[in-house]
């Protein structure tokens, strides 16, 4: 059977598999043996990502909406609207009428694409991805603290840690080929594990030490492990001295933070701060794993920064096996942003508000006046779409309906708004309210890349023809950048897109496909003869000296009272994606997760009377939602879990529209609900 090495389409992890096909359709899936992160292993996932590309739902034409139904229609006639829409608003209303959701999704060719089409094309900065949703705050915190905001480390580099302190990041769920090599760590080299997370997650079970804290106290028991390595005189301070700015401002703030008052706010007991902090701090090599219940609050960038604080204050960082590791969710999402698919920054986090930048790219693209001021993000697309300040909506492999936060909201304000394009591979939620749907290829059905969470750019590769009609994205992005006059997007193949990328972007500098190889290069890669990084900030950091940046704990927007009693968090389950477009088409994933559910604790189900498996309504001030209780330990009382997979019972009708002040993340892991028996 003909089989093609590509990388896995679903987490950041960046698994390398093959695909095997007859010629028409994929058939099957297998790890690679040599592949630097997969190793021979894949995860359930990995094992099942050739099934739901041959879906027979496939969208497989061109759709215009009619009278409230899709006709299908030649790319023609539905580019052809598209283009006349899109200008005629750019003519009456000005370029920031315009707005693009673009792809974690896809590959880095086509996010560059879809920026280039946004600012050199229609001259709007409105585009923004699931980042938003996602690690923004680590974007925006890591780079204020080091100056770059990705994993400052690499995934072989849990082999040799001596600590591994992992909160608010479900690893073994949802970084799978990451969370078993945690566990070999730990199993065969004796490391220790500290996990702090308010469930108690699979990880918790290989723990040293396991704490529970309450949702959203994050920067609370953070403050609380400085207090104690300070008052205990295990801070590093030549590493503070001579790498550092900001001790003493540190130092101030975490005074209050006795682990008594930590305890008061988070419940994790004084002597379990206590005995983290000397863990942590104690050993040589220690690294820090975060991901979603550390980002995804109205202070996410506060808690990014004060784990960045605990990686400083004891000198781990800037060598192996150390530093602070978000771990980046969709397969593409750290590409998506190098190439910037962000408001604010060209690719390679290029400020656009730097006059030499927009020039050199107004040179590369051949345009002029690229515009200077930041535009929207993912959820200000949204509510401006609602209120008619966004009169054309261009969104590319995203399903906010289900995915971004009060989903009613959503979904008036996309009801609402005047021209909605969808570029999709299957109808999804999102595109039911589409005036058009654009049919894409599929990740078997391309060619690009996908830089992973360690910042591994690797390569996808085309296995089989897309179904009917449907299109890479990258040529439909092309193709609308034709109709609209602009000479300057004609590719025969995305290796000529990352060229361009490389071009312009010193961190993809060396990137060409040819180089990539079986197993990818990490960035930084400035030359064509650099051989890539796996660790950040070795001698000096990115931005010079590393910056304390100390923050108070704030409570989260919404906390509980009388009637909205419970705390509900949200997130993700091993066996399904996201808004489950794909893997509700995998009869294995399927048959594992059919139905929504809701964690709750024994104790506060025999409050409530309620028994494993019976039916519950839950509301917030937003919404309600009827589902599945699971009763049992791995929640504490008084707080609720949903995943929030599932469009039956979608846990987005329930959370709330509260965005931290700068990286502009929703509140996705706290809001207050209320349960009742049905
Ligand atoms: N199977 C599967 N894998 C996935 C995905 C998927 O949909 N399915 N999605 C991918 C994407 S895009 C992402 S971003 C990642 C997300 O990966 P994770 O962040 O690991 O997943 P989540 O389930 O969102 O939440 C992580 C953990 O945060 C904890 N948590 C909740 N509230 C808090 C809090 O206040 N503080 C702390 N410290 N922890 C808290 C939860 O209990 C949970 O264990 O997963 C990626 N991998
Ligand atoms: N309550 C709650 N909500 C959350 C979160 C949470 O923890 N709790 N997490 C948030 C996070 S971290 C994230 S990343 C977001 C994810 O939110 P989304 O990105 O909206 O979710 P996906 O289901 O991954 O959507 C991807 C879409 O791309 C389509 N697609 C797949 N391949 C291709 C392709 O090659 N081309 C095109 N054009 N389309 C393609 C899929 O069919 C799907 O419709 O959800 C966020 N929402
Ligand atoms: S761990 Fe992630 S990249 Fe690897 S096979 Fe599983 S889903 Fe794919
Ligand atoms: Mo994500």
């Not at 094309?121 to 923004?128: A, R």
């Not at 905001?149 to 580099?157: K, L, R, V, Y």
């Not at 997007?489 to 060396?510: Q, R, V």
Request: glycine share 8%.
């Amino acid at each position: 059977m003909p089989r093609v090495l590509t990388t896995c389409i679903y987490c950041g992890c960046g698994c390398g598999l093959y695909l095997i096909s007859d010629g028409k359709r994929l058939t099957g899936a297998y790890p690679s043996r040599n592949h630097p992160v997969s190793r021979g292993a894949l995860c359930v996932k990995g094992w099942n990502s050739y099934e739901f590309s041959n879906d027979l739902n496939r969208l497989t034409a061109p759709l215009i909406k009619k009278d409230g139904k899709f006709i299908p229609a030649s790319w023609d006639e539905t580019l052809g609207l598209v283009v006349e829409k899109f200008k005629h608003y750019k003519n009456t209303f000005g370029p920031d009428s315009l707005a693009f959701l673009s792809s974690a999704k896809t590959t880095n060719e086509e996010n560059f694409l879809m920026m280039k089409l946004a600012r050199a094309v229609f001259k709007t900065n409105n585009i923004d991805h699931c980042a938003r949703l996602c690690h923004a705050s680590t974007v925006v915190g890591l780079s204020l603290a080091f100056g770059g905001g990705a994993m400052t480390n690499s995934i072989n580099e849990f082999k040799d840690a001596e600590v591994i302190l992992v909160t608010g990041s479900d690893t073994t769920a949802q970084h799978p080929l990451i969370g078993s090599r945690i566990i070999n760590t730990v199993k065969d080299k004796g490391a220790k594990l500290i996990v702090i997370d308010p469930r108690e997650i699979q990880l918790a079970k290989y723990a040293t030490i396991y704490a529970q804290p309450k949702c959203g106290t994050d920067v609370a028991w953070i403050n609380g492990l400085i207090y104690v390595i300070i008052a205990e005189d295990l801070h590093d301070k030549k590493f503070i001295e001579e790498r550092t700015e900001g001790f003493l401002e540190l130092k101030r703030t975490v005074r209050d933070y006795t682990p008594e008052l930590v305890e008061e706010i988070t419940t994790i007991p004084k002597e379990k701060i206590i005995e983290i902090a000397r863990l942590y701090a104690k050993a040589r090599k220690s690294m820090i794993v975060y991901s979603m219940g550390i980002t995804q609050h109205t202070t996410g960038v506060d808690n990014v920064l004060s784990l960045a604080n605990l990686a400083m204050v004891t000198g781990h960082i800037g060598f192996a096996s150390t530093g602070v590791n978000p771990l980046r969710g969709q397969n593409n999402v750290q590409g998506s942003c190098d190439v910037g698919a962000l408001p604010d920054v060209y690719s390679g986090y290029q400020s656009l508000v730097d006059g030499d930048i927009r020039k050199k790219f107004e040179q590369g693209w051949r345009v002029e006046g690229l515009p200077p001021k930041a535009g929207l993000t993912v959820t200000e697309i949204i509510s401006a779409a609602g209120e008619g300040r966004i009169k054309g909506l261009y969104i590319m492999g995203e399903n906010p309906i289900i995915s971004d936060p009060d989903s009613n909201h959503v979904r008036k304000c996309l009801s609402e708004v005047e021209f909605l394009v969808v570029q999709d591979i299957f109808l999804s939620d999102t595109a039911e309210y589409a005036d058009v749907v654009l049919p894409s290829a599929s990740f078997a059905e391309k060619d690009g890349t996908f830089t992973n969470t360690e910042r591994r750019v690797e390569r996808i590769r085309k296995v089989i023809d897309p179904p009917g009609q449907a299109k890479a994205d990258w040529q439909i992005l092309s193709e609308v950048a034709r109709r609209m006059g602009y000479k300057g997007m004609d590719y025969k193949h995305p290796s000529e897109i990352m060229d361009e990328i490389a071009s312009l972007t010193p961190i993809y500098g060396g990137i060409t496909y040819d180089r990539l190889g079986p197993y990818g290069l990490q960035w930084p890669c400035p030359t064509k003869d650099h051989p890539g990084t796996s660790v950040l900030h070795k001698e000096k950091f990115t931005k010079g000296k590393g910056t304390f940046m100390p923050r108070p704990y704030i409570p989260p927007a919404e906390s509980t009272d009388e009637e909205y009693n419970f705390v509900l968090t949200t997130g993700r389950v091993y066996w399904h994606w996201h808004t489950r477009t794909m893997t509700n088409r995998t009869s294995t994933l399927e048959r594992e997760a059919p139905e929504p559910y809701v964690e709750i604790n024994c104790e506060d189900a025999e409050d409530l009377q309620i028994r494993d498996d019976q039916l519950i309504k839950v509301s917030s001030r937003r919404g309600a939602i009827t589902l599945k209780v699971r009763v049992g330990h791995k929640v504490a009382k008084g707080t609720l879990f949903i995943p929030f997979h599932y469009r039956e019972a979608a846990a987005n009708i329930l959370t709330i529209l509260a965005v931290d002040p700068i990286a502009k993340i929703p509140e996705y892991k706290v809001c207050a609900v209320k349960v009742e028996k049905i």
